[in-house]
């Protein structure tokens, strides 16, 4: 990636073989690099099935968390991990 690139990530649903809404009730991305032991949530668009954000300014690699609750008790969760390098 090169800084300050949008980074768009889709969450494909097919919503005909499900009985209830496929909509998270939250999406939160989360931001890491080799320094850090907590991340930092970062600003983040999400409309529907597509969530976007963009790369940082720093060159290297960073590891980043997108953690999805899909209920207001927030006992429903997904995490996906991945790591971006900018360039």
Same mark, same amino acid.
């Given at each position: 990636?090169?800084?300050?690139?949008e980074?768009?990530?889709?969450?494909?649903?097919? &919503?005909?073989?499900?009985?209830? $809404?496929?909509?998270?009730?939250?999406?939160?991305?989360?931001?890491? $690099?080799? &320094?850090?032991?907590?991340?930092?949530?970062v600003? $983040?668009?999400?409309d &529907?099935? #597509?969530?976007?954000? $963009?790369?940082?300014?720093?060159?290297?690699?960073?590891?980043? #968390?997108i953690?999805?609750?899909?209920?207001?008790?927030e006992?429903?969760?997904?995490?996906?991990?991945? &790591?971006?390098?900018?360039s």
């Amino acid at each position: 990636m090169n800084k300050e690139e949008e980074l768009e990530i889709y969450m494909y649903v097919e &919503r005909d073989k499900l009985l209830v $809404s496929a909509q998270p009730y939250k999406v939160e991305v989360i931001q890491f $690099s080799l &320094r850090d032991e907590e991340g930092k949530i970062v600003d $983040s668009k999400t409309d &529907r099935d #597509l969530i976007k954000f $963009s790369a940082p300014d720093e060159k290297g690699a960073h590891f980043y #968390l997108i953690h999805v609750i899909w209920d207001e008790d927030e006992t429903k969760r997904a995490y996906y991990a991945f &790591r971006a390098v900018v360039s």
